[in-house]
């Protein structure tokens, strides 16, 4: 390098010497990918207008420390989605993700199980553990079947039914 290229690349934070360091765009250009990717992980699929709507429940974690909101739209009419949904969690039907990591190792249930489809008030909900306690899995607080919305709509295939279920996180 020549004299000016090597002060320019000092004076830009590429080199070390007075001023500057050799990590300073390195450092940057992670902090700035960690910013995008926690940004999208928090919202997960969701719209502006999703995140920003009240769940149910939202009411009892007013101060939450940690918020997320995430989203899917399922080429499925909500009553063949409820069934898989409701079953979810360690111990039951697994996560229908990375078994591996998720249900240390178990498949994920491949049909519906009947004992998991008639939740009540009060009932655990979505265990992240075994034993499941307050703090790694839900309680159910309604047993009336709300949010998700159905109906026509195009897809590569024509026009089939759709579910949108949004899910949200609070943590304190």
Known sequence: MNRS??????????LPGPG???????????VT??????RWHLRWGATRDEVSAAMPGDELLPRAQFI?????TIEA?????WPWLVQVGFGRAGFYSYD??????????????DEFQHP???DVAAPMTSPPTEATSFRVRASKRTGGSYGASPTPHGYGNWSRSRAGVRVC
Do not use: C, F, K, M
């Not at 290229?5 to 590429?14: F, N, S």
């Not at 990590?23 to 250009?29: F, L, N, R, S």
């Open 77 to 81: 009419a909500p009553e063949h989605v």
């Open 120 to 122: 009540h008030v009060g």
């Open 100 to 113: 591996l990591l998720d249900n240390l190792g178990r498949d994920s249930a491949a049909q519906i199980l």
């Open 68 to 72: 997320a909101t995430r989203a899917i």
């Open 33 to 38: 990918a960690l910013a995008l990717y926690r």
């Open 20 to 30: 500057g360091s050799a990590w300073t765009v390195p450092a940057a250009a992670v």
């Open 5 to 14: 290229t090597t002060e320019t690349a000092r004076r830009r934070g590429l």
